[in-house]
């Protein structure tokens, strides 16, 4: 089946860097999703793309869908101890069914 | 809060015992997916359901089975239960049904039932 490979598999950095994270697979998406999961908590839907190039932001969050259409990046700029958490990139294939990426563990220190 | 509502939140059990998981999806929405969280295996996609109709299936064991029923809400039967089969099982909604197909990509989770078998 349809893999996502995400890089890095953990970071651990100081309050108020910037954070890079992505996700790459083997076959074209039409859609890319990040979530962010914080400990015992479900999933939780930060940004979704759905065009080649698009970029998009949320507060602090910027997602990027690449070019290639098999890439996206999502960056967190001015870290915050609540940033805490494994971020997942998503995406939807034999309809809506979700792949999802092995995670970035973020941890940051204050 | 998402507004998908999963109990029981813990539960734990017995080899060889039956259990059954419940989700109520948001309000209007008429997909439920299943989800299987283990600590090396991520998130693994189970089942999906659409209006009460079974949609995809995904790496999920003859042991397990789910319905949706006419109100929305599904269940998910895990039966003949073994040690491996603890993990986090998560349900997600999607599909309001109103024709915009960026919603039907969007799924929202629920929190979560901690399934553990002892």
């Known amino acids: 089946g349809q893999q996502l490979n995400q890089s890095p598999q953990s970071m651990f950095i100081q309050e108020g860097e910037d954070v890079s994270m992505n996700c790459t697979s083997s076959?074209?998406?039409?859609?890319w999703l990040w979530y962010k999961q914080d400990p015992g908590e479900g999933p939780v839907l930060l940004i979704a793309l759905y065009k080649a190039g698009e970029l998009t932001s949320n507060g602090r969050l910027t997602a990027q869908f690449g070019i290639t259409r098999k890439d996206s990046f999502l960056n967190i700029s001015a870290s915050i101890p609540s940033d805490v958490g494994i971020y997942f990139c998503?995406?939807?294939?034999?309809?809506?069914?979700?792949?999802f990426g092995g995670g970035t563990r973020l941890m940051v220190k204050p | 809060d998402s507004g998908v509502t999963q109990t029981p939140k813990h539960l734990i059990t017995a080899t060889g015992q039956r259990v059954t998981l419940r989700c109520s999806p948001r309000s209007g929405d008429l997909s439920v997916y299943w989800y299987q969280q283990s600590l090396d295996q991520g998130l693994q996609f189970l089942i999906h359901y659409y209006n009460g109709e079974e949609r995809a299936k995904g790496n999920i064991l003859e042991r397990f089975s789910a319905q949706q029923f006419p109100d929305l809400h599904s269940e998910l039967n895990l039966s003949s239960l073994e040690l491996g089969d603890s993990a986090l099982y998560f349900c997600?909604?999607?599909?309001?049904?109103?024709?915009?197909?960026?919603?039907?990509?969007?799924?929202?989770f629920g929190q979560g039932t901690r399934l553990t078998v002892v």
């Open positions: 997600a909604s999607s599909t309001p049904g109103q024709g915009d197909y960026r919603m039907n990509t969007e799924a929202f």
């Open positions: 998503a995406g939807p294939h034999a309809g809506n069914m979700l792949t």
């Open positions: 076959s074209i998406f039409n859609t």
